[in-house]
C-alpha cells in the first residue's frame, strides 16, 4: 500500500476565546501529534490535542524568544516528512498577517500538502468587543483590515497612510489596523492628512479575552489616548464613522482648542 502524503493543517485559533475555536480546528488537533504553537494562542485551546502531542512553541514572546521563520518552516517539513500529523497553529485567522502564504509555498515545494482551518480575526473579535458594526449601512461601504507595521523593510513599499485616508474617506471605509500600536504617531500624522481630526477611533487591546480593554477617541488624539490609556499590544486600532453610535465616544474637540484641556476619550463600562 502506498504511504499517504505528508500534511500540515494551518489552524487558525481565534482571537483568544477558547469558545471561539472552529470545530473543524478541535478535530485538526485531535488528530494531531505535533502542534507548532505562535503567541497569542490561549493555552487552553491546547487541551483539544491529544496528551500525546508533542507541542512546540514557536511564538516570539512564548518560550522562544524569536524563532526565525525559516527555522519554523524547516521544523514543519521535517515533522511533516517523518509521518508525524502537524498541526500548525496560528492566532486569528492564519489567512490574515499569519505568514500563511509564505509557509504554504515552502510546504508545497517540498511535496507537502497543505490544509487551512479559518479562525475568527482579531478585527471581528475587536468590533464584537466594541458592539460595532464594521460595516453599518449607514457610515460604510466595506472595511479595510491592515497592518500598521509595514515599514517598507518587507517586499513591500510603506503604506501610504495620507493616500489610504483619502480612499478611505471618500469610499467610505472602515479601517481595522493591525499592529498599529508601535507606529500610532506614524499612522495618526498620516491619516490626518485625508480623514477629519474628529473622526472616531477605539483602541481594542486583548480582544475576546478576559483581560480586554479598550477605548474611545478621536483620529487627532489617537497617541495620546493609547498613552493615557497605557493601551499596548496585542491591540486592534478602528477608525471610522461606524464608531459614531457608540456611547462612550466622547464629543469631538473645538478644532483650535489645546489637546490638553478638554477630555479627549473615554472608557467604555
Ligand atoms: N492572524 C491574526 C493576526 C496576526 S498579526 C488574526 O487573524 O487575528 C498580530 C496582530 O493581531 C497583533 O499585533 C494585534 O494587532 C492583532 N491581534 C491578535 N490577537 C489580538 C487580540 N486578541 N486582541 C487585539 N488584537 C489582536
Redesign the pocket.
Known sequence: MNKPPPIVTLV?AG??DPDLLTLKAVKALQAASVVLVDD?VHPDVLAHAPASARIIHVGKRGGCQSTPQAFIEKLMVQEALAGENVVRL?????????RSGEEQAHLQAHGIEVRVVN?I???L??AHDLGTALTHRAHAHGVVMI?G?ASGAGPLPPVDWPQLAQTAHDCKLTLV?????QSAANLQQGLLQGLPPDTPVAV??????EQ?RHALGRLQGLQQLLADEQLG????IIIGDVLKGLQALPDALPMNTALQTLPQHAQLA
Not at 485567522?93 to 499569519?98: E, S, V, Y
Not at 499590544?233 to 486592534?236: E, K, L, N
Open positions: 487558525g482571537p483568544g497569542l496560528k492566532g486569528g485567522d492564519p489567512l490574515i498577517f499569519g479562525g480575526t482579531a478585527g473579535a475587536a497592518t507595521h489596523i493591525y499592529m498599529g500600536v481594542v487591546e486583548n480582544a475576546s479575552q480586554q499590544s496585542p491591540a486592534i
